[in-house]
């Protein structure tokens, strides 16, 4: 699937990865959806719309279902269709799982894992009913490989790992394509704000010794939007790090 003028809503759109994402699609062509929980900053939609392509905000906390009805809403209403969604809203609570209590557990889940799904269903049922479409979620290397202090966040990535290849089955008979991307350690604010001595020890577990950037995440998500005979997996971007 080419990506000029089609729709994509992304979902925490507003840094890091999710607007390095925004940025590739409008790039591209895409007409967008984005979502955050607060506004998207000015300086970020003037830039976004030098490409010359609709931004539509709709602000909301995914962990709300009635923020995927209303995405679902604006897609059918401005645009009569959706194409892409970019699952990639989440949030962190790390703490040892032994001092960890279970409202930090929840909200990691919530927001993760039930977040997800509920902007993925009714955009789901929106692609069954055109018998196209291609949903891409962000999961995450410790979905695959756990982490000391992340068993909440483990346990959330390891969900939306299991939901994407269900769906990808669901959605295979009618045309929907869904995969998922695991990143590693990504230069972020989230690692930029990790101590030298962190920063170094997660360094030397990298194999191509570096940090990968948001534009590399976004290259990936690119590629399996129009790669159109890939469904079903997990692409580790991660410098080596599962391996």
Known sequence: MELKDKVVVITGATRGIGAAIATRC????????????????????????????QVIEVTGAIDDPQTGQELAKVAKTEFGRIDVLINNAGITDDQLALRMNPDQFSAVINVNLNGTFNVTQPLFKMMIKQRAGVIINMASVVGLMGNIGQA????SKAGVIGLTKTLAREGAMRGVRVNAIAPGMIATQMTASLSETAQENFLESIPLKRFGTVDEIAHATQFLIENDYVTGQVLTVDGGLVM
Request: glycine share 6%.
């Open 152 to 155: 909440n966040y483990a346990a």
């Open 26 to 53: 409008a790039q591209a062509g895409a007409q967008l959806i984005v979502n955050a929980r607060h506004a998207m900053p000015e300086e970020q939609r003037v830039a976004l719309l030098v490409y010359g392509q």
